[in-house]
T-cell receptor, first 114, second 113 residues
Framework: AQSVTQLGSHVSVSEGALVLLRCNYSSSVPPYLFWYVQYPNQGLQLLLKYTTGATLVKGINGFEAEFKKSETSFHLTKPSAHMSDAAEYFC????????????FGAGTRLFVKA | NAGVMQNPRHLVRRRGQEARLRCSPMKGHSHVYWYRQLPEEGLKFMVY????????ESGMPKERFSAEFPKEGPSILRIQQVVRGDSAAYFC???????????FGPGTRLLVL
């Protein structure tokens, strides 16, 4: 079975500081990995994804994530937080197994302090 | 190219009534997925459909819940005899093919009184 664990349900950073949101997954097959952002009362927006190839993935809004197979991790980072980054972030894993579906983590709410 | 559309955005029902949630996928997308998000939780997969077929409904409760994606028109998630525990945000996503990227709609927030 696949699963996703997001460490820390809430993360608070100061504006301009590094953002680090942690995600670990478990999978018996090579995974596809995603980060989504959700603003209040809105749907999910894809930030970035890893399928194959380069393990450092760049996404929108200055975010990036690195797939580390040995650590089964896919942590999300941004060098300098902006107030507009305050939102909830979801890590997700999926596989094309014929019963295709995406497994989401519980989410990490990011707070950005002025 | 319009994104995934869901309606209504908010739905209030009394216990025992029926709720019908609609999802129009992105143009050209033939794969639709429904997810439920309970307060303070992540999204939970419910069902995956292609046109006129349910492919995977392993995440959907066996009773009171049903889903369809007809040849013409939107996908429908139907909840019969709603209970307070059904109160949640229901998200629809679509994809072009059986590929990894799903595009999400804004969700329908169901409140059962």
């Amino acid at each position: 079975a696949q699963s996703v664990t997001q460490l820390g349900s809430h993360v608070s950073v100061s504006e301009g500081a590094l953002v680090l949101l942690r995600c670990n997954y478990s999978s018996s097959v090579p995974p596809y990995l995603f980060w989504y952002v959700q603003y209040p009362n809105q749907g999910l927006q894809l930030l970035l994804k890893y399928t194959t190839g380069a393990t450092l993935v760049k996404g929108i809004n200055g975010f990036e994530a690195e797939f580390k197979k040995s650590e089964t991790s896919f942590h999300l980072t941004k060098p300098s937080a902006h107030m507009s980054d305050a939102a909830e972030y979801f890590c997700a894993v999926s596989h094309n197994t014929g019963g295709f579906k995406t497994i989401f983590g519980a989410g990490t709410r990011l707070f950005v302090k002025a | 190219n319009a994104g995934v559309m869901q309606n209504p955005r908010h739905l209030v029902r009394r216990r025992g009534q029926e709720a019908r949630l609609r999802c129009s996928p992105m143009k050209g997308h033939s794969h639709v997925y429904w997810y439920r998000q309970l307060p303070e939780e992540g999204l939970k997969f419910m069902v995956y459909l292609q046109k006129e077929n349910i492919i995977d409904e392993s995440g959907m409760p066996k009773e009171r819940f049903s889903a369809e994606f007809p040849k013409e028109g939107p996908s429908i998630l139907r909840i019969q005899q709603v209970v307070r525990g059904d109160s949640a945000a229901y998200f629809c996503a679509s994809s072009l093919q059986l590929e990894e990227t799903q595009y999400f709609g804004p969700g329908t927030r169901l409140l059962v009184l």
